[in-house]
């Protein structure tokens, strides 16, 4: 009451000032509240949807539905999160679509095939998408992947794979094929890739019926959750561990950096498989707000973090080992800054040819 007196024998142009004083305190202190407050309100009431660019009995899916069964709980305005698949040239549809044509609002999550940053760096014609704009929410795991044959193959090693041909089935522009093909241009083993194959397990089926005695670019955790049995049953043999970080659950199986006899084959190994610590990596489009991108990659790594999440997934045979979104990102750049003469070398190794 007091106040409102001596307003009133204010002159207007005091009450303007006031006015104006008060407008400028209310910008000075909205941003903060407004910000957060505009994230919970955004995604309350709305659903995300992780676009998987592979198949549900894929390696990639398991991890995809973690984050739908666990992550909306650490999300502000608590959206549902559903699981979408969208297999095709190697995962390259799916990535695309996230990239150029889902919305960038912050509501569709691309679940994308590690190698999404090289394979457009090496200029495939198949990438649509500028992985330097890339934004990463994070990765559940970092991969090895190993070459595998059969067990009546006869080839047993990878020296052994030196010396004779192993047939391989392959799905495509991914690790199935480009991987084998590396080995074969920088480190001159003898896989045959016989192509085609709609999805990886249907590589696994043409392994038991004899049409094709190996597969490489395998996933450790895939094949283990997979064809586990196999491992038990020494029905393959492990010839190569394909990463920059051996495994010890793997053994003495042979890690790939150890075969390199130059300087040459160092680098340009390095630069196709360093991207293994993407492991299985999470991503959204380059017009995603900032704040909704932060709060995703901080749900994500509660979820990473959440026991009943995890134990679900060691009770699947399936590891969780986490790289947050920031760490994603500068894994990404120092990628993207690779010199132009390695990649061109690296392009090159990644094409198979048949001998």
């Not at 407004?34 to 309100?41: K, Q, R």
């Not at 559903?82 to 150029?100: E, K, W």
């Not at 391989?168 to 094929?177: F, P, S, Y």
């Not at 959440?306 to 045979?317: F, H, I, P, S, Y």
């Amino acid at each position: 009451m007091v106040i409102a007196k001596k307003l009133a024998r204010c002159s207007a142009f005091s009450r303007l000032v006031a006015c104006w004083l008060a407008g400028i305190m209310s910008v000075m202190v909205a941003p903060g509240a407004g910000a957060a407050e505009s994230v919970a309100d955004f995604y309350a009431g709305k659903q995300i949807k992780i676009i998987v660019g592979g198949n549900p009995e894929g390696g990639y899916a398991p991890y995809a539905r973690m984050l739908a069964n666990h992550m909306g709980q650490y999300i502000p305005g608590h959206p549902q999160v559903l699981v979408q698949f969208m297999p095709g040239a190697g995962g390259l549809v799916a990535t695309n679509y996230v990239y150029n044509v889902a919305p960038q609002d912050g509501t569709v999550i691309g679940s994308v095939q590690r190698n999404v940053v090289r394979l457009a760096l090496i200029g495939d014609t198949g990438t649509k998408y500028d992985p330097g704009k890339i934004k990463w929410v994070g990765s559940l795991y970092n991969d090895v992947s190993v070459c595998a044959s059969w067990y009546t193959s006869g080839i047993d090693s990878i020296q052994d794979l030196m010396k004779r041909e192993l047939i391989i089935g392959g799905t495509g522009l991914n690790d199935t094929e480009q991987f084998p093909a590396v080995l074969n241009n920088v480190l001159g083993t003898k896989f045959k890739i016989i192509s085609g194959y709609k999805s990886t397990p249907a590589i696994s089926l043409a392994m038991e019926r004899g049409e094709v005695a190996g597969r490489c670019g395998w996933s450790w955790e895939s094949l283990k959750s997979q064809k586990g049995e196999w491992l038990t049953e020494k029905k393959i043999n492990l010839l190569v561990q394909l990463s920059m970080k051996k495994l010890p659950e793997i053994g003495d199986v042979p890690m790939v950096m150890d075969l390199a006899k130059t300087q040459d084959q160092r680098d340009v190994l390095e630069f196709i498989f360093g991207e293994q610590t993407m492991g299985r990596p999470f991503m959204m489009a380059p017009g995603v707000p900032d704040d909704r991108l932060a709060a995703l990659r901080a749900a994500f790594l509660k979820t990473a973090a959440d026991q009943t999440a995890v134990a679900e997934m060691t009770k699947a045979n399936i590891g969780v080992s986490p790289t947050g979104g920031e760490e994603l990102q500068q894994l990404a750049a120092r990628m993207y800054a690779t010199p132009k003469a390695i990649i061109d070398r690296a392009t090159e190794a990644v094409v198979y040819r048949e001998k």
